[in-house]
């Protein structure tokens, strides 16, 4: 679809570029804050901006980012002859549309005066029914021959088509009931409907069927063989003059039910705390026993279902999680991984925790749930969709690329929004949610919208989010950015310093512990249940622990009876001591290998010997040497000493290794990384937008603004080499925009270092390296700080 | 947040803070659908099962209950998905019902087509069905009854039973209430049975189940089969029917190894019913012999599994179960549930003992130290043998000598596993043995004997573990175990809860070898206890045979 000339008045981009010019920095700045997509890269200049703006991608864009009412406005303003009054606009609508109509013109959609309305050039092939009405009735018969429409007009004696619009109460009357309904069907659109030979010739006299009888009468237009369209002249009169039905002006409401709001507010943090919790239980698992990465990136469904089994929840429960802990950086992937492994694993690849992982861990839970759940909220990958098949009916693995939709993150804080501008507590059923995105978004509908509505909802649930379904303050404050921290610690369970002891060897945590005393008791004995409180059981491998980690018994039974609110039962103090007693009557070291001689004055000599340190040897027994290297290298060694030892069978070797916790080792590669700049998020920050505005006015100005002294006018490309020379000359910092070998855009701060060659180098602050651009392809220059 | 007593675990376990003032209201508010799993000194564990809230269902207790007894009395947030987990769970009891019909005899209804369709298409299941009726019924064959609830359960589907009961051959039976009463929890327990048609009791050991038992039997007066484990306990059930209802002598017969009367009332051992030759029960025509009306289950918790599949085609007759525990080492409480019916009373040991119905006991366990030369032996003896080496170590006699002299005058029961060191305690003591080559006559005297008091030592190996009723004993000393066994060891404290005439508190002591495999299965025992809040207390031999306070 290519830029449509506006046929129905002489609107040139000329004089739309001008009306954007004439915004002021503050309007601008609104309009690249909503349709971001404007700015990347950022135009030469304001002409450049306008034909951009009016562009068919941008434009559908812009409208995907309307609501029901705008949009209907919109549409009214496509339907009505341009330029339109304020007036006419807003009793074709039949509504108030001062605000709709103020969005319209920040996003350019619409420009001019209340007494000269008109829409950006090019609307009009964004949208191919307005209103559900279809074309002028001259448009709709552009297509017919020459010969054909004179047949047409001379069967019904009249003159042009014109005169057919002039006529259409008669002519309908006349074509009789059968026909009257068939038009009422494509009244309220769409307007075009299948007819087998819509083109054959029919006259008044030859019609049979309504159809036929219908465009016998020019009141259906023959598209094409198959296809016949309803004028708009047409639509019109049939619908009374409306151009609208039935237009819903606000939201519907989202319905359901209103809870209390304490009660949504604990609930929801009750989760929020287990959700922490549970994180961190699933990733000190697979720090321990990681799972392997599927050549397609993702997790085994096996290993998704251990989890689930292990954790105790149901599969997409877990799905949620380990998604969650990807986005927030708190699990990677490790290892060899370039998805071109033998078999279904991608090489010796794992899922592993991060070091990130380690540091969200010392935080507060608060802390630690508003970093997971602002992941979620951002992250473009969808969790609902593992274990699911896609088109070509392959299974779905979580955190793999497949689970990636764009619009994911859109969609999740669009319903999060509904729920938020909904009553304190209401928890709404989900059909009145879609009912409500539907209206926010009508272009964005479908059922992937539909479905990640669902998922949102359940997740949210899941996660902390929302409570018993209605929003919780925590959620409310976290959407508007503020302090979502303090808002979660009101509700989260104040920490206990105490536990109470029983005889049958437990110790049960009436709420969340305070650090210290979780972890000593983390230490001392086993966790048997979580959730409100934690219970602990003491066994002899507990205790042993405990000791191992170097508390003695006495400590231990000293900071168990401090901390327990009931008399230290008898059993625990015993088993304490029991173990103590038995504790390191054993003792084990490390050894990778040994040596063993009937003659202790051999292995007297290989100690006595200083080029046998290497082979870090220790002596165990008169007749036993250990060694902490590797068998096969100390028998190398030894042969090197001018001993002749033989291997002994594998029986005899000890080889221990300790089974530690291991994190991932790359930052980066296997880690996630959010979408590029998403046009659906957040968009792009203050600071790249004000800098986009400098440039472009800028490059406006050298564009149209000849320079003084008759020299000749500086290109906008001159006027970048100079901003980019001065920078150089005072060491200071630009944003540029730059588009790639690929054509990618993209906005950079970098500080540039010299210019030679067509190419600038620059150390690249977004990127953190030092980079050469090419200067031709800089789109625009502006000052990051200072005056532009 | 509220202060309540009750903290929801996110493994659906509920703990419950007994010194709260709360607790009492919310014990009673929890019990009909969780289970107690475990009851030590300050926080008792309930956990909610499929089968507590089936049976929570079963007594007529429905979802918005049991959510609402959670939520006002939980501390901390309920997670909401355990609250819709309960609801759905809740709500799957009954979507399916077996009733009666009157042309095809028995059928199972449901009120969601989609449960039924779903278990009609269920594999297992399809040769269980006759006909369709409507699309909201099918028949099922009436041998299947007992089978066709088993698989339900399995699927997550239980079934209703309505399909009722047969009268069964009427015979009057009375409770003859002279010089004793029925108490107020039998008769609460007697009653809720019979109004759930056919279900379980569980009371702890000594809180008289067997009344409960008569009880029940004077509700349904019908012919009854009273199945029990053991044939000693046959005759103690005899014994009481005799003494706590009309029944006579003639009326009460027994089905044990040696004698095969069928009467009226007829008691039979678990044994001889699954008794095999040539790999066929023998014994399995008594189920027909006559028109039971009611057929009561003794110690169901250790109903061996032919027994229950001759239960699942008994299930147009009355049932009641009784136990102590519905835990089942062998993890099948949902044939208990399916089979003999859902739990229709149930009280806490310490509730109990609390009221005065069981006498209250102090448990101590005393280490005995192996001497050099044993321990020596211990380490290197044969893996199988071991346990048996440290749990029969000569040192234990003495502790033995000294514990019973310390309670000379009080009726003291000394309970091992090895007829070895029995018979040399025997000696040592003095005291009879009674051991599993002892005949049921010679038994019967020794009981009977103690019971008077006219000997106050007795030694028992495992074959006194079940229902004997010692009702003086007073003190017991455990020597030797099966093992690990919680069952065992529970059952052994029950020997001496019956409440003393003299109203002191029992003792049971443990002697256990330190540092040994004897050790650990002591622990291990000893769990079940203190989770039902036995606290253990540990001394020392040497302080037993110094004779120091203990």
Same mark, same amino acid.
């Given at each position: 679809?290519?830029?449509?000339?506006?046929?129905?008045?002489?609107?040139?981009?000329?004089?739309?570029?001008?009306?954007?010019? +004439?915004?002021?920095?503050?309007?601008?700045?609104?309009?690249?804050?909503?349709?971001?997509? #404007?700015? *990347?890269?950022?135009?030469?200049?304001?002409?450049?901006?306008?034909?951009? +703006?009016?562009?068919?991608?941008?434009?559908?864009?812009?409208?995907?980012?309307?609501?029901?009412?705008?949009?209907?406005?919109?549409?009214?303003?496509?339907?009505?002859?341009?330029?339109?009054?304020?007036?006419?606009?807003?009793?074709?609508? %039949?509504?108030?549309?001062?605000?709709?109509?103020?969005?319209?013109?920040?996003?350019?959609?619409?420009?001019?005066?209340?007494?000269?309305?008109?829409?950006?050039?090019?609307?009009?092939?964004?949208?191919?029914?307005?209103?559900?009405?279809?074309?002028?009735?001259?448009?709709?018969?552009?297509?017919?021959?020459?010969?054909?429409?004179?047949?047409?007009?001379?069967?019904? %004696?009249?003159?042009?088509?014109?005169?057919?619009?002039?006529?259409?109460?008669?002519?309908?009357?006349?074509? %009789?009931?059968?026909?009257?309904? +068939?038009?009422?069907?494509?009244?309220?659109?769409?307007?075009?409907?299948?007819?087998?030979?819509?083109?054959?010739?029919?006259?008044?006299?030859?019609?049979?069927?309504?159809?036929?009888?219908?465009?016998?009468?020019?009141?259906?237009?023959?598209?094409?063989?198959?296809?016949?369209?309803?004028?708009?002249?047409?639509?019109?009169?049939?619908?009374?003059?409306?151009?609208?039905?039935?237009l819903e002006t606000a939201p519907p409401p989202l319905g359901g039910t209103v809870r209390e709001r304490k009660l949504v507010d604990s609930t929801a943090g009750g989760q929020a705390f287990t959700t922490v919790r549970t994180i961190e239980d699933l990733l000190e698992r697979w720090g321990v026993d990681p799972p392997g990465v599927l050549r397609s990136g993702g997790l085994g469904i096996r290993d998704l279902r251990a989890t689930a089994t292990h954790l105790d929840l149901p599969e997409w429960t877990t799905a949620l999680l380990v998604e969650v802990a990807y986005a927030a950086g708190l699990l990677a992937r490790s290892g060899d991984y370039d998805g071109s492994g033998m078999g279904s694993r991608g090489g010796d690849a794992v899922w592993l925790p991060t070091p990130a992982y380690d540091l969200w861990r010392l935080h507060d839970t608060e802390r630690r749930w508003v970093t997971v759940a602002g992941a979620w909220l951002r992250m473009d990958r969808v969790p609902g969709l593992a274990g699911e098949r896609d088109e070509r009916d392959r299974l779905i693995n979580a955190l793999s690329d497949e689970a990636i939709r764009a619009s994911a993150p859109q969609v999740r804080r669009a319903t999060l929004e509904a729920l938020a501008d909904a009553p304190?507590?209401?928890?709404?059923?989900?059909?009145?949610?879609?009912?409500?995105?539907?209206?926010?978004?009508?272009?964005?509908?479908?059922?992937?919208?539909?479905?990640?509505?669902?998922?949102?909802?359940?997740?949210?649930?899941?996660?902390?989010?929302?409570?018993?379904?209605?929003?919780?303050?925590?959620?409310?404050?976290?959407?508007?950015?503020?302090?979502?921290?303090?808002?979660?610690?009101?509700?989260?369970?104040?920490?206990?310093?105490?536990?109470?002891?029983?005889?049958? #060897?437990?110790?049960?945590?009436?709420?969340?512990?305070?650090?210290?005393?979780?972890?000593?008791?983390?230490?001392?004995?086993?966790?048997?249940?979580?959730?409100?409180?934690?219970?602990?059981?003491?066994?002899?491998?507990?205790?042993?622990?405990?000791?191992?980690?170097?508390?003695?018994?006495?400590?231990?039974?000293?900071?168990?009876?401090?901390?327990? *609110?009931?008399?230290?039962?008898?059993?625990?103090?015993?088993?304490?001591?029991?173990?103590?007693?038995?504790?390191?009557?054993?003792?084990?070291?490390?050894?990778?290998?040994?040596?063993?001689?009937?003659?202790?004055?051999?292995?007297?000599?290989?100690?006595?010997?200083?080029? +046998?340190?290497?082979?870090?040897?220790?002596?165990?027994?008169?007749?036993?040497?250990?060694?902490?290297?590797?068998?096969?290298?100390?028998?190398?060694?030894?042969?090197?000493?001018?001993?002749?030892?033989?291997?002994?069978?594998?029986?005899?070797?000890?080889?221990?290794?300790?089974?530690?916790?291991?994190?991932?080792?790359?930052?980066?590669?296997?880690?996630?990384?959010?979408?590029?700049?998403?046009?659906?998020?957040?968009?792009?920050?203050?600071?790249?937008?004000?800098?986009?505005?400098?440039?472009?006015?800028?490059?406006?100005?050298?564009?149209?603004?000849?320079?003084?002294?008759?020299?000749?006018?500086?290109?906008?490309?001159?006027?970048?080499?100079?901003?980019?020379?001065?920078?150089?000359?005072?060491?200071?910092?630009?944003?540029?925009?730059?588009?790639?070998?690929?054509?990618?855009?993209?906005?950079?701060?970098?500080?540039?270092?010299?210019?030679?060659?067509?190419?600038?180098?620059?150390?690249?602050?977004?990127?953190?390296?030092?980079?050469?651009?090419?200067?031709?392809?800089?789109?625009?220059?502006?000052?990051?700080?200072?005056?532009? | 947040?509220?202060?309540?007593?009750?903290?929801?675990?996110?493994?659906?376990?509920?703990?419950?803070?007994?010194?709260?003032?709360?607790? $009492?209201?919310?014990?009673?508010?929890?019990?009909?659908?969780?289970?107690?799993?475990?009851?030590?000194?300050?926080?008792?564990?309930?956990?909610?099962?499929?089968?507590?809230?089936?049976?929570?269902?079963?007594?007529?207790?429905?979802?918005?209950?049991? =959510?609402?007894?959670?939520?006002?009395?939980?501390?901390?947030?309920?997670?909401?998905?355990?609250?819709?987990?309960?609801?759905?769970?809740?709500?799957?009891?009954?979507?399916?019902?077996?009733?009666?019909?009157?042309?095809?005899?028995?059928?199972?209804?449901?009120?969601?087509?989609?449960?039924?369709?779903?278990?009609?298409?269920?594999?297992?299941?399809?040769?269980?069905?006759?006909?369709?009726?409507?699309?909201?019924?099918?028949?099922?064959?009436?041998?299947?009854?007992?089978?066709?609830?088993?698989?339900?359960?399995?699927?997550?589907?239980?079934?209703?039973?309505?399909?009722?009961?047969?009268?069964?051959?009427?015979?009057?039976?009375?409770?003859?209430?002279?010089?004793?009463?029925?108490?107020?929890?039998?008769?609460?327990?007697?009653?809720?049975?019979?109004?759930?048609?056919?279900?379980?009791?569980?009371?702890?050991?000594?809180?008289?189940?067997?009344?409960?038992?008569?009880?029940?039997?004077?509700?349904?007066?019908?012919?009854?089969?009273?199945?029990?484990?053991?044939?000693?306990?046959?005759?103690?059930?005899?014994?009481?029917?005799?003494?706590?209802?009309?029944?006579?002598?003639?009326?009460?017969?027994?089905?044990?190894?040696?004698?095969?009367?069928? !009467?009226?009332?007829? =008691?039979?051992?678990?044994?001889?019913?699954?008794?095999?030759?040539?790999?066929?029960?023998?014994?399995?025509?008594?189920?027909?012999?006559?028109?039971?009306?009611?057929?009561?289950?003794?110690?169901?918790?250790?109903?061996?599994?032919?027994?229950?599949?001759?239960?699942?085609?008994?299930?147009?007759?009355?049932?009641?179960?009784?136990? $102590?525990?519905?835990?089942?080492?062998?993890?099948?409480?949902?044939?208990?549930?399916?089979? =003999?019916?859902?739990?229709?009373?149930?009280?806490?040991?310490?509730?109990?003992?609390?009221?005065?119905?069981?006498?209250?006991?102090?448990?101590?366990?005393?280490?005995?130290?192996?001497?050099?030369?044993? !321990?020596?032996?211990?380490?290197?003896?044969?893996?199988?043998?071991?346990?048996?080496?440290? $749990?029969?170590?000569?040192?234990?006699?003495?502790?033995?000598?000294?514990?019973?002299?310390?309670?000379?005058?009080?009726?003291?029961?000394?309970?091992?596993?090895?007829?070895?060191?029995?018979?040399?305690?025997?000696?040592?003591?003095?005291?009879?043995?009674?051991?599993?080559?002892?005949?049921?006559?010679?038994?019967?005297?020794?009981?009977?004997?103690?019971?008077?008091?006219?000997?106050?030592?007795?030694?028992?190996?495992?074959?006194?573990?079940?229902?004997?009723?010692?009702?003086?004993?007073?003190?017991?000393?455990?020597?030797?175990?099966?093992?690990?066994?919680?069952?065992?060891?529970?059952?052994?404290?029950?020997?001496?809860?019956?409440?003393?005439?003299?109203?002191?508190?029992?003792?049971?002591?443990?002697?256990?070898?330190?540092?040994?495999?004897?050790?650990?299965?002591?622990?291990?025992?000893?769990?079940?206890?203190?989770?039902?809040?036995?606290?253990?207390?540990?001394?020392?031999?040497?302080?037993?045979?110094?004779?120091?306070?203990?």
């Open positions: 679809m290519g830029p449509d000339p506006d046929y129905r008045c002489g609107v040139s981009t000329e004089t739309y570029a001008d009306w954007l010019r +004439a915004r002021d920095d503050d309007e601008l700045r609104a309009l690249f804050a909503c349709r971001p997509e #404007l700015i *990347t890269p950022v135009p030469s200049d304001i002409t450049a901006l306008s034909s951009r +703006a009016s562009a068919p991608s941008a434009l559908s864009r812009a409208l995907d980012r309307l609501d029901r009412l705008a949009l209907s406005v919109f549409e009214a303003l496509l339907v009505l002859p341009s330029p339109t009054t304020y007036e006419d606009l807003a009793a074709a609508v %039949g509504a108030d549309v001062r605000g709709a109509l103020g969005r319209l013109r920040s996003l350019a959609l619409v420009w001019g005066d209340d007494d000269e309305l008109r829409v950006a050039p090019g609307a009009r092939g964004a949208v191919p029914h307005p209103a559900g009405l279809g074309p002028p009735a001259k448009e709709a018969f552009a297509s017919y021959p020459s010969d054909r429409m004179t047949a047409l007009l001379d069967d019904l %004696g009249l003159g042009s088509v014109q005169a057919i619009c002039e006529r259409i109460g008669p002519l309908v009357a006349d074509a %009789g009931p059968e026909a009257r309904a +068939a038009l009422d069907r494509l009244a309220w659109g769409p307007p075009i409907g299948k007819v087998e030979g819509a083109r054959r010739p029919v006259t008044l006299a030859s019609a049979n069927s309504p159809i036929e009888r219908l465009l016998a009468r020019g009141l259906l237009a023959a598209t094409d063989d198959r296809t016949v369209t309803l004028p708009r002249e047409v639509g019109l009169f049939l619908r009374g003059g409306r151009v609208f039905r039935d304190a507590g209401t928890a709404p059923a989900t059909e009145g949610v879609y009912a409500n995105l539907a209206w926010h978004q009508p272009r964005r509908g479908g059922v992937l919208r539909e479905r990640l509505v669902g998922w949102t909802l359940r997740e949210a649930e899941a996660l902390g989010v929302t409570g018993f379904r209605a929003l919780a303050q925590h959620t409310r404050v976290l959407l508007a950015g503020g302090d979502a921290e303090a808002a979660l610690r009101a509700v989260l369970p104040t920490p206990v310093d105490h536990v109470m002891i029983q005889a049958d #060897l437990t110790a049960v945590a009436p709420g969340p512990l305070v650090a210290d005393l979780a972890r000593e008791l983390a230490l001392a004995a086993d966790v048997e249940s979580t959730g409100g409180a934690t219970v602990y059981r003491f066994t002899p491998e507990s205790v042993r622990r405990a000791l191992d980690a170097g508390r003695g018994a006495s400590e231990l039974i000293e900071l168990l009876t401090r901390h327990s *609110t009931t008399a230290l039962p008898q059993p625990l103090s015993y088993l304490i001591e029991d173990v103590a007693r038995r504790h390191g009557r054993l003792r084990v070291g490390i050894a990778s290998a040994y040596v063993r001689s009937d003659d202790p004055a051999v292995l007297e000599e290989i100690m006595a010997d200083r080029r +046998a340190e290497q082979l870090r040897l220790h002596r165990l027994a008169p007749t036993v040497l250990a060694s902490r290297v590797p068998r096969s290298e100390l028998l190398d060694g030894l042969r090197v000493l001018g001993y002749a030892p033989v291997a002994e069978s594998p029986e005899g070797s000890v080889v221990i290794t300790r089974l530690d916790s291991q994190r991932a080792d790359t930052a980066g590669h296997g880690a996630y990384e959010p979408a590029h700049q998403s046009v659906f998020g957040s968009g792009p920050d203050g600071s790249v937008i004000t800098a986009a505005v400098r440039a472009l006015r800028a490059g406006d100005e050298a564009a149209r603004v000849a320079a003084p002294n008759g020299s000749p006018p500086r290109s906008p490309a001159a006027a970048m080499v100079q901003r980019l020379r001065e920078a150089t000359d005072r060491g200071g910092r630009v944003w540029i925009g730059y588009l790639d070998q690929q054509g990618q855009a993209s906005s950079r701060i970098i500080e540039p270092a010299r210019i030679e060659g067509g190419f600038l180098t620059a150390y690249d602050a977004t990127r953190a390296a030092v980079h050469r651009f090419a200067l031709h392809r800089i789109t625009g220059v502006a000052d990051v700080d200072g005056a532009g | 947040m509220t202060d309540g007593p009750l903290i929801v675990q996110s493994d659906k376990t509920l703990l419950l803070e007994v010194d709260h003032d709360a607790a $009492a209201e919310c014990r009673k508010a929890i019990a009909p659908f969780a289970e107690l799993e475990r009851a030590p000194e300050h926080v008792h564990t309930y956990r909610i099962t499929p089968l507590a809230l089936w049976n929570a269902r079963a007594a007529g207790h429905d979802a918005e209950q049991v =959510i609402d007894a959670l939520i006002s009395f939980a501390r901390y947030p309920v997670p909401h998905a355990l609250l819709v987990d309960i609801a759905d769970t809740m709500g799957r009891y009954g979507r399916l019902r077996l009733e009666k019909h009157p042309t095809y005899g028995l059928v199972l209804s449901s009120s969601d087509r989609a449960v039924l369709e779903e278990v009609l298409r269920a594999k297992k299941l399809q040769a269980m069905f006759g006909p369709r009726v409507d699309d909201d019924s099918v028949a099922v064959h009436p041998s299947e009854r007992g089978t066709l609830k088993q698989a339900l359960l399995k699927l997550g589907w239980p079934a209703e039973d309505l399909a009722g009961y047969v009268d069964g051959e009427a015979h009057p039976i009375s409770l003859v209430e002279d010089g004793w009463g029925l108490r107020g929890y039998q008769r609460e327990a007697a009653d809720s049975f019979w109004h759930g048609g056919s279900g379980v009791v569980v009371l702890p050991c000594g809180a008289g189940k067997t009344i409960v038992g008569a009880a029940a039997m004077a509700h349904a007066s019908a012919t009854t089969l009273i199945l029990v484990t053991n044939t000693v306990s046959a005759h103690q059930w005899k014994q009481e029917l005799l003494r706590r209802t009309s029944l006579t002598e003639e009326e009460i017969g027994e089905y044990t190894g040696t004698k095969k009367q069928i !009467r009226p009332v007829t =008691i039979a051992t678990y044994q001889v019913m699954t008794t095999r030759r040539k790999g066929v029960y023998t014994h399995l025509e008594l189920f027909d012999a006559r028109d039971w009306g009611l057929v009561l289950y003794d110690e169901v918790h250790l109903l061996p599994a032919p027994i229950f599949r001759m239960t699942a085609d008994l299930q147009t007759r009355r049932r009641l179960g009784l136990t $102590a525990t519905l835990v089942r080492e062998d993890g099948r409480e949902g044939d208990v549930f399916s089979l =003999i019916g859902p739990k229709r009373y149930d009280a806490p040991w310490k509730e109990m003992e609390a009221q005065g119905w069981i006498a209250p006991a102090d448990c101590v366990e005393v280490r005995v130290t192996l001497t050099e030369s044993e !321990r020596l032996a211990y380490a290197t003896a044969e893996q199988e043998d071991r346990y048996r080496f440290c $749990a029969t170590t000569p040192t234990k006699s003495s502790v033995v000598q000294a514990l019973v002299d310390r309670h000379r005058g009080e009726q003291t029961l000394v309970i091992g596993q090895y007829i070895d060191q029995l018979d040399e305690l025997g000696e040592r003591l003095d005291a009879p043995v009674i051991k599993g080559e002892t005949k049921i006559k010679e038994r019967e005297r020794l009981f009977d004997a103690f019971r008077s008091g006219e000997i106050s030592v007795l030694i028992v190996s495992k074959v006194a573990n079940f229902s004997i009723d010692l009702p003086e004993a007073a003190v017991a000393v455990q020597v030797s175990g099966t093992f690990g066994s919680r069952q065992e060891e529970a059952q052994r404290l029950g020997r001496v809860l019956r409440p003393k005439s003299s109203g002191k508190g029992a003792r049971f002591y443990s002697v256990v070898a330190r540092d040994t495999l004897d050790q650990d299965y002591a622990a291990h025992r000893q769990r079940f206890l203190a989770e039902q809040g036995y606290a253990y207390r540990i001394v020392d031999a040497d302080a037993v045979l110094a004779d120091e306070e203990i």
